[in-house]
């Protein structure tokens, strides 16, 4: 497709829920980022995959946290026993290069989570 | 870890009228980018500036990197209803996977 594609575009869990959210970045882009934007603020770092190797995890809040890439495409956010806390847009950002440079990240428009 | 502080929080301007915000950063960043979210969507980059001192356009959006790549600016002239939104400085390190986000400034424009 055109661009960053994530679902669902919102997903209601209760308290104590699993949760997998899906992002499809565009074709052939080999870096995919995972923010998670609460109400008012910017978007903030999650995790970083270059193809399928996990290079930055270190934004992840908690274990109850997991993603994957395992063929270096679609990627799956997986949030465990979800909690209150962890409502919030997640967004998927996809880049075509390995590095910053001159590439810039393409957004998708993200999954609404709300733990009720 | 490093952070960005966005300035004003917020704007509400008349249409027609000029508008600047700007962004300043504890560390040293690599590159600056400026994103405009509407509801309901993610970040659009609008400029990204790659040098101290550059000094980028995008139609009537103007932004400068600077000197002390400690901080950048956004201005936006003769403003109009569709220039509604948030607009999010983010800055890059060299090699860096992230990017990182400011706040954000709401922006809106009066008729």
């Known amino acids: 497709g055109a661009g960053v594609s994530q679902s669902p575009r919102y997903k209601v869990a209760k308290r104590g829920q699993d949760v997998a959210l899906r992002c499809d970045p565009i074709?052939?882009?080999?870096?995919l980022f995972w923010y998670q934007q609460a109400l008012g603020q910017g978007p903030e770092f999650l995790t970083y995959?270059?193809?399928?190797?996990?290079?930055?995890k270190s934004g992840l809040p908690s274990d109850r946290f997991f993603a994957e890439r395992p063929e270096g495409s679609v990627s799956t956010l997986k949030i465990q026993r979800t909690q209150q806390e962890d409502s919030a847009v997640y967004l998927c950002?996809?880049?075509?290069?390995?590095?910053?440079?001159?590439?810039?990240?393409?957004f998708g428009n993200g999954t609404r989570l709300t733990v009720t | 870890g490093q952070q960005l502080n966005q300035s004003p929080q917020s704007m509400f301007i008349q249409e027609g009228e000029d508008v600047s915000m700007n962004c300043t950063s504890s560390?040293?960043?690599?590159?600056w980018l400026w994103y405009k979210q509407d509801p309901g969507e993610g970040p659009v980059l609008l400029i990204a500036?790659?040098?101290?001192?550059e000094l980028t356009s995008n139609g009537r959006l103007t932004a400068q990197f600077g000197i002390t790549r400690k901080d950048s600016f956004l201005n936006i002239s003769a403003s109009i209803p569709s220039d509604v939104g948030i607009y999010f400085c983010?800055?890059?390190?060299?090699?860096?996977?992230?990017?990182?986000f400011g706040d954000g400034t709401t922006l809106t424009v009066k008729p």
């Open positions: 500036l790659y040098k101290a001192g």
């Open positions: 995959f270059q193809n399928e190797a996990q290079l930055d």
């Open positions: 560390s040293i960043f690599n590159t």
């Open positions: 074709s052939g882009h080999v870096s």
């Open positions: 950002a996809s880049r075509s290069g390995p590095r910053a440079g001159r590439s810039p990240l393409h």
């Open positions: 983010a800055g890059q390190s060299v090699g860096a996977g992230k990017s990182t």
